[in-house]
């Protein structure tokens, strides 16, 4: 699993919206889509660094395309 900081979910939110995805739900979990993909971030902070590696990948980024990101 890749290495990615824990970060909050707000910064993660943000940096997934500036890589192309909109929110298209929210609840405990936000749910976003670039319509081809669909992440679920959690809503606590900060997320977990094996959490957050899994968003990133499902995502479709790299780890240093994240990292620029933030």
Do not use: C, W
Not at 33 to 50: A, D, F, K, Q, S
């Amino acid at each position: 699993m890749p290495k990615v900081p824990g970060v909050n979910h707000l910064a993660a939110v943000k940096v997934l919206e500036k890589a192309g995805f909109r929110i298209e739900r929210q609840g405990k979990h936000i749910v976003m889509t670039n319509g081809e993909r669909i992440v679920t971030v959690p809503r606590h902070n900060p997320v977990n660094y094996l959490t957050m590696g899994g968003i990133v990948r499902d995502a479709g980024l790299s780890i240093d395309e994240f990292k620029k990101l933030l």
